[in-house]
């Protein structure tokens, strides 16, 4: 059956969620625009300890959307969003997995797109696609017609993470994880265990899911710069330990990501600085 004849596309949508009061209205409602529905949204608390405000607010968001199908899952304790997101994935009935922050949104033909795309090429295991940074009342961009589709090998990967979770669709049947408690860089950890097992990787050329805050130097778990970078670099790390690569091909990858952090560090200083003389 082709997605056209679909009323709603057999994916299962994962949102972690720990004290997300103020977005996660915002990143359901850019679900619920979507022109193709997924068949059942999962909200993941991860633990928010914050006497049931979070729990109480999914709780009315799942009563607001009734005719969707919306599962709320209670961690027992905080173990990380990705801990979040396999207790999410332990629930999910569908096929297809896309995965989404509480506090980002998505373009209202994401999900129709992609799944067409994933469909149309069964032996892809996942996709993502650009990601753009808006404010808070910004216009959508339109999106082209058409998309250039790049297939990323391990090393281009390994180079750079070409995929913002908020992007990525994947096959729920894949056997690998995101590993527990791991807070940083734990994404791109699953996608490169992904890629160097042998399974295919896609990235589409096109700008359908939104942040509203920048990847580094802001709130979040990635606002703390040196934990992030110390994820990326226990990232390679593991990488290393399966013998996907050699000492010479972790230390490359590891100094490169220093520097990727300096240039980081520098810039988020300098913003800062710029920011206190604009008051």
Same mark, same amino acid.
């Given at each position: ?22 977005? =996660? ?5 850019? =679900? ?17 300890? &914050? ?6 607010? @999914? ?12 599962? =709320? ?25 896309? #995965? ?22 069964? &032996? ?7 990601? @753009? ?6 216009? @959508? ?5 058409? #998309? ?14 070409? !995929?913002?979770?908020?992007?990525v669709m994947l096959k729920r049947d894949v056997s690998f994880r995101f590993v527990p408690e791991k807070r940083y860089a734990e994404d791109y950890l699953l996608w490169?265990?992904?890629? %160097? ?5 896609? %990235? ?9 805050? &920048? ?9 703390? $710069? ?6 990326? $670099? ?9 013998? !996907?690569?050699?000492?010479?091909? !972790? ?6 990501? @220093? ?18 003389? =604009?008051?």
């Open positions: 059956m082709m997605c056209s004849d679909l009323q709603k596309a057999p994916v299962s949508v994962i949102i972690p969620c720990y004290r997300c009061a103020n977005t =996660i209205k915002r990143a359901l409602d850019s =679900i619920m625009a979507q022109t193709l529905l997924p068949e059942e949204i999962i909200l993941v608390d991860d633990f928010s300890n &914050d006497q049931n405000e979070t729990v109480a607010l @999914l709780e009315s968001l799942k009563n607001l959307y009734y005719k969707t199908n919306i599962k =709320i899952v209670q961690l027992d304790k905080n173990s990380g969003p990705g801990s979040a997101r396999n207790a999410g994935w332990k629930q999910a009935s569908q096929p297809y997995l896309a #995965f989404l922050d509480a506090d980002d949104s998505w373009h209202p033909k994401k999900l129709k797109i992609q799944y067409q795309w994933m469909v149309e090429h069964p &032996d892809a295991v996942l996709s993502g696609h650009q990601s @753009l940074k808006l404010s808070a009342q910004q216009i @959508l961009p339109t999106l082209p017609d058409n #998309f250039a589709v790049t297939r990323i090998n391990k090393y281009s990967l390994l180079f750079s993470n070409r !995929f913002p979770t908020r992007s490169l265990t992904i890629v %160097f097992n042998g399974q295919s990787a896609w %990235f589409l050329n096109g700008a359908m899911t939104y942040s509203y805050k &920048d990847d580094f130097g802001e709130s979040g778990l990635t606002g703390d $710069l040196w934990k992030t970078q110390l994820g990326v $670099l226990d990232t390679y790390q593991q990488i290393y330990n399966t013998g !996907f690569i050699s000492m010479v091909m !972790f230390i490359l990858v590891s100094s490169l990501s @220093l520097c990727k952090y300096l240039r980081r560090l520098i810039i988020t200083q300098y913003l800062r600085q710029t920011e206190k003389l =604009i008051r």
